[in-house]
């Protein structure tokens, strides 16, 4: 059949067509059909593929995560180990409780060894700030400007920890009047921490 008799053919009488032109038309509309099925098998295949990707981005996302966590976790890990060992260098500067007037006789003799004159030494009452203790000591020396200096020096030299603070320097009669507080730090002993958390929660229940 050439194109002209294919023009010819009436669609509201298909069972007047010639039996090529019915062949032809059965044909089209099997391959249709089966195009028309694959089209939407397709489909369903192809929202299960975009679905696996978007899976598959979120599964790989979720990866990253825990391996930056797990990474971060080791830096973690090694930061507070770092940081337990600094403490514990520190912990060692801080004397405890029966050590306490050994340090204060350090500070006292830190002094009298620069041939300084004490004209006050009066430790004050401890303030308790978490685990430790602060123990400011009221001091008044007298004497050059070197051996003030040098008296200071010793004091960050001491293999326990002891800071001036307020200090204060006045000339008087040739010689020169340091006034500070001296302050020093001592760890809580067990008996001390136990009260302390004691009193903690009894002030807790009181609220």
Do not use: H
Not at 23 to 29: K, P, R, S
Not at 142 to 160: A, H, Q, V
Not at 180 to 202: G, N
């Amino acid at each position: 059949m050439n194109l002209d008799e294919f023009k010819n053919l009436n669609p509201n009488k298909p069972g007047e067509w010639p039996w090529k032109a019915k062949l032809l038309a059965f044909a089209a509309m099997f391959v249709g059909v089966l195009v028309l099925g694959a089209l939407l098998d397709w489909q369903g295949q192809w929202e299960s593929l975009t679905a696996a990707k978007g899976e598959e981005e979120r599964l790989k996302e979720t990866f990253l995560n825990k391996k930056s966590q797990a990474i971060n976790l080791d830096l973690m890990k090694k930061q507070l180990l770092e940081t337990q060992e600094s403490f514990g260098a520190l912990l060692k500067q801080l004397p405890n409780k029966s050590e306490m007037d050994a340090l204060l006789t350090d500070v006292n003799q830190a002094g009298l060894g620069r041939g300084l004159q004490f004209d006050l030494f009066r430790p004050g009452a401890e303030v308790i700030n978490g685990s430790f203790a602060e123990q400011p000591i009221a001091i008044k020396v007298t004497g050059n400007y070197d051996d003030l200096g040098n008296f200071s020096s010793d004091i960050s030299m001491l293999p326990r920890i002891v800071t001036l603070n307020e200090i204060s320097i006045k000339p008087a009669g040739g010689i020169l009047v340091m006034e500070a507080i001296a302050k020093t730090f001592r760890y809580l002993d067990e008996e001390e921490l136990a009260a302390q958390r004691a009193a903690t929660r009894a002030a807790g229940a009181k609220k």
